[in-house]
Nanobody, 119 residues
Framework: VQLVESGGGLVQPGGSLRLSCAGS????????MSWYRQTPGKERELVAI????????HYRESVKGRFTISRRNAMNTVYLQMNSLRPEDTAVYYC?????????????WGQGTQVTVSS
């Protein structure tokens, strides 16, 4: 299993970024996928999650209306469109494969991509 994030960078407040996470080594369309973020000294927090076929999404309150999670199963890719970015969105963003509710299945994480919102 491999998850590779891309799309992070430096952006001014109010700007936009789109993160991508390409999955391989598993049946991508069978798994819910999520984005988390983490800042130094804090626990990793859930940003958004999307069901296996994309019909259901959930967001943390602080990003509702600004961020959109989506997926293209044909491309084995999940996205996070981030608009109206704020300095407090600065973090390392991680893609996660959510484990299935069955024995011997596991969560997997990508390596993370840095997002910095600053003027």
């Amino acid at each position: 299993v491999q998850l590779v994030e891309s799309g992070g960078g430096l952006v001014q407040p109010g700007g936009s970024l789109r993160l991508s996470c390409a999955g391989s080594g598993f049946i991508f369309s069978s798994y819910a996928m999520s984005w988390y973020r983490q800042t130094p000294g804090k626990e990793r927090e859930l940003v958004a999650i999307i069901s296996s076929v994309g019909g259901s999404t959930h967001y943390r309150e602080s990003v509702k209306g600004r961020f959109t999670i989506s997926r293209r199963n044909a491309m084995n890719t999940v996205y996070l469109q981030m608009n109206s970015l704020r300095p407090e969105d600065t973090a390392v963003y991680y893609c996660k494969r959510e484990k299935l509710p069955r024995p011997n299945d596991y969560d997997y994480w990508g390596q993370g991509t840095q997002v910095t919102v600053s003027s």
